[in-house]
């Protein structure tokens, strides 16, 4: 929700990071993917989420030495650290013209902190096609964006406009020649400052091309004053003292944010907007006009008065008269949901009936469109509960009390309300009204509100798809998770929405879980090899599609359709790919004892890769039913052993084939041990062990171990107490049924 400005406000994206990591991994490892050999060449990519935070983060596993670990500066031993000092910008008298070389400078967030992108070298130079006129050529280019090109410019008096192909994304710019320096703006996926700086240099080889820029540690100074008084003084500080800093409308923005959340006055407000328009007019009128749909974005964000946000915002749509702000304009109708909610909230909570009848279809359209908005359902809940419509309360408020957090998030809404009103949280409302309708008792709700979480969690997963070809190649799923991982959660919820969606014979979801950031007691040995060893994993959530790592799954509950949304892009692109070879797999239980055949073919045909491949088996649980501190109540495809190991089996006299007999007492007994190790060796006791083994899958794959691509897999359901399979082994095209949605028909 809201890109542009979360773009624009460049704060939160320095700023923002969540949880810890695993022992001695990067702590800047934001990116929501793993930090593997495999991920640091690309690896999948979800589409950018909604709200434009991408990845809500990573869960990690604390450092238990509490000893950081020294790490080298690239600048301890480093032959050009002369040449870095320099800079190629010309800092001699200010011309008059555009005539010349420029470095075209682009300001934005790095690892770091700010960072001065010097993009490349344009020459303005006379024009021999026409007289008198001048024409942009592109002379050098640095390494700090992807392959790019010119592929158009005008140059006219004073003001320039060049337009770049960068891999296929459209980059343009537009300035004007003031004060020696060519102030205006860049749209590349968002608009910001931009600048041409003057230069006698033919190449930027030799000179630092992402320096710091000059004003970032004093915007940082402002940013970190702690009072918010001294905040906002620090702040008009900087945009005084340097009105010609691209890193001004990052202050600009965030003085009316932090105002906005502070509710000041209507009209210190628009003086303080006003002054913002007049403070970056020289960067000119496209980002004026992009600033009025920040401005009306952060109005929304921070939920200020929403009969003044809407007028503003309308004024502030009408006022994006430039083409190129088309996505500006489509974030402002998000903006517009977001205010048109605040103000539903606001009338469906009141004395006037009126109003909270007007009010009830928005909310109510509101909770199909976004599931899980914790205040949306909320509202809702006390409508009914004030309406004396006891069934409907108590299911709103059961959602709000099961579903992973949501109540949290709501309690985290309330604290942040200036309004000191004592609310009582839903947990408590919905045990009172309860009572009121059982006799005073609470016999049944745990029930219910398991019920409740059933129906509800995966109510946005769509209806299973087609089947594909015959042969066509299955997408194995991995996910990586922890049951007290809070941002685990949106792609636990998502995975299991693939498995609503797709049967067996198309998607296959398996999940390892793993003490991150805490004890799971839904961990095995196997899982934290093939997490730690095998895929180098950091953080969880981490999410692999035939073994390919997927960026940007992180997130909590409300973030779980878009990440489902993503996925399954991934996923039917790869559900067209034909399988190279076959995996059957059989399993039956017959004695006690859990009896796998499984074998891959067409191995032949793999020539020089087959000593790469690898023929795993996983025994899988289809479901355990466990409270986790997450909030997740139910737990699919759960992985209790790799037969043979992490590593798996390779390829013997032509044949990749696994024969094995597991006792399930041996299987129970083997997970028992293994946790009661871990019990002793951290010093807790485990709340919980589920250990019911009753439902069971057996899931074979075959892998590349040189690129981890998986190349095919297969699955079959067992029991603990009948026979599960035919004496047929299961070939990889068979029927199996998906997953039924739990969700409102």
């Known amino acids: 929700m809201f890109q542009g400005w979360r773009n624009g406000l460049w704060l939160v994206l320095v700023c923002s990071s969540l949880a810890c990591s695993k022992p001695d991994s990067p702590a800047n490892n934001t990116e929501g993917g793993p930090a593997t050999a495999a991920n640091s060449t690309g690896g999948l990519k979800l589409p950018p989420a909604p709200d434009g935070e991408g990845d809500s983060g990573k869960a990690r596993a604390s450092d238990k030495s509490g000893n950081a670990k020294a790490t080298a500066s690239l600048d301890d031993d480093n032959p050009f650290k002369e040449a870095t000092k320099k800079s190629p910008i010309d800092q001699s008298a200010a011309r008059k013209s555009l005539a010349g070389n420029w470095v075209l400078v682009l300001t934005r967030p790095g690892q770091e902190g700010f960072i001065d992108f010097h993009t490349s070298i344009i020459t303005v130079a006379a024009d021999k096609t026409a007289e008198g006129g001048f024409a942009a050529t592109l002379t050098a280019k640095s390494e700090v964006l992807p392959p790019f090109k010119l592929t158009a410019s005008e140059v006219e008096n004073k003001n320039i406009h060049l337009t770049f192909d960068v891999s296929g994304t459209a980059l343009d710019f537009q300035g004007s020649l003031k004060d020696g320096i060519v102030f205006g703006n860049a749209l590349f996926g968002n608009c910001l400052p931009a600048r041409l700086l003057p230069t006698k240099e033919d190449s930027l080889d030799g000179f630092n091309p992402s320096p710091e820029p000059v004003d970032a540690r004093a915007l940082s100074q402002a940013f970190n004053q702690k009072d918010s008084t001294a905040k906002q003084k620090a702040l008009a500080k900087f945009v005084e003292d340097r009105p010609a800093s691209p890193l001004g409308m990052m202050a600009w923005e965030t003085r009316i944010f932090d105002s906005a959340k502070l509710n000041i006055a209507q009209e210190d407000l628009e003086s303080l907007v006003a002054d913002y328009q007049t403070g970056i007019a020289a960067w000119g009128p496209r980002l004026q006009q992009a600033a009025k749909g920040n401005v009306a974005i952060i109005l929304a964000i921070t939920k200020y008065n929403s009969e003044y946000a809407l007028k503003y915002l309308d004024a502030a749509d009408k006022s994006l008269t430039d083409e190129s702000?088309?996505?500006?304009?489509?974030?402002?109708?998000?903006?517009?949901?977001?205010?048109?909610?605040?103000?539903?909230?606001?009338?469906?909570?009141?004395?006037?009936?009126?109003?909270?009848?007007?009010?009830?279809?928005?909310?109510?359209?509101?909770?199909?469109?976004?599931?899980?908005?914790?205040?949306?359902?909320?509202?809702?809940?006390?409508?009914?509960?004030?309406?004396?419509?006891?069934?409907?309360?108590?299911?709103?408020?059961?959602?709000?009390?099961?579903?992973?957090?949501?109540?949290?998030?709501?309690?985290?809404?309330?604290?942040?309300?200036?309004?000191?009103?004592?609310?009582?949280?839903?947990?408590?409302?919905?045990?009172?009204?309860?009572?009121?309708?059982?006799?005073?008792?609470?016999?049944?709700?745990?029930?219910?509100?398991?019920?409740?979480?059933?129906?509800?969690?995966?109510?946005?997963?769509?209806?299973?798809?087609?089947?594909?070809?015959?042969?066509?190649?299955?997408?194995?799923?991995?996910?990586?998770?922890?049951?007290?991982?809070?941002?685990?959660?949106?792609?636990?919820?998502?995975?299991?929405?693939?498995?609503?969606?797709?049967?067996?014979?198309?998607?296959?979801?398996?999940?390892?879980?793993?003490?991150?950031?805490?004890?799971?007691?839904?961990?095995?040995?196997?899982?934290?090899?093939?997490?730690?060893?095998?895929?180098?994993?950091?953080?969880?959530?981490?999410v692999l599609l035939n073994g390919a790592p997927v960026n940007n799954v992180g997130g909590y509950l409300p973030n779980s359709p878009d990440i489902y949304r993503g996925l399954r892009t991934l996923i039917d692109q790869q559900l067209s790919e034909k399988a190279t070879i076959k995996v059957r797999v059989n399993a039956r239980v017959q004695d006690g004892n859990l009896q796998i055949v499984a074998d891959a073919q067409g191995i032949d045909t793999l020539e020089g890769e087959a000593k790469d491949v690898r023929l795993r088996v996983i025994i899988a649980e289809d479901e355990v039913h466990f409270l986790a501190r997450n909030g997740v109540r139910s737990h699919e495809m759960i992985v209790r052993r790799m037969i043979g190991g992490p590593g798996g089996t390779e390829v013997k006299d032509g044949k990749l084939a696994v024969k094995e007999s597991v006792p399930l007492s041996e299987l129970k007994g083997s997970i028992a041990d293994y946790l009661k190790k871990y019990e002793e060796s951290e010093g807790i006791d485990f709340p919980a062990k589920p250990l019911d083994l009753k439902r069971l899958h057996v899931v074979a794959f075959v892998q590349n171990d040189e690129s981890h691509e998986i190349l095919q897999t297969n699955a079959i359901a067992v029991t603990a107490t009948e026979t599960a399979a035919t004496e047929t082994i299961t070939p990889a095209a068979g029927k199996a049924a998906p997953k039924k949605a739990k969700a409102d028909e």
């Open 325 to 542: 702000l088309k996505d500006l304009k489509e974030q402002l109708k998000t903006a517009r949901e977001g205010i048109l909610t605040v103000q539903a909230l606001k009338y469906i909570d009141s004395d006037d009936a009126e109003r909270a009848e007007k009010a009830l279809p928005f909310l109510t359209k509101l909770r199909t469109k976004n599931p899980f908005d914790p205040s949306v359902l909320y509202g809702l809940a006390r409508y009914h509960e004030r309406a004396k419509e006891t069934d409907e309360a108590i299911a709103l408020y059961a959602e709000l009390a099961s579903l992973p957090m949501l109540e949290g998030f709501l309690k985290r809404e309330w604290d942040q309300k200036s309004d000191e009103i004592d609310r009582e949280l839903p947990s408590a409302t919905l045990v009172k009204l309860w009572k009121t309708k059982h006799g005073n008792k609470t016999d049944g709700l745990d029930d219910f509100k398991d019920e409740i979480y059933r129906k509800r969690v995966l109510s946005f997963a769509e209806k299973p798809a087609a089947e594909p070809p015959t042969g066509n190649r299955i997408v194995l799923c991995e996910l990586f998770t922890g049951s007290s991982c809070p941002p685990c959660v949106g792609a636990d919820i998502a995975t299991g929405a693939l498995e609503v969606t797709y049967p067996k014979t198309q998607v296959i979801v398996l999940r390892y879980h793993q003490h991150i950031p805490g004890p799971d007691p839904l961990t095995i040995a196997d899982g934290e090899d093939r997490f730690s060893n095998y895929y180098r994993g950091q953080g969880t959530p981490t």
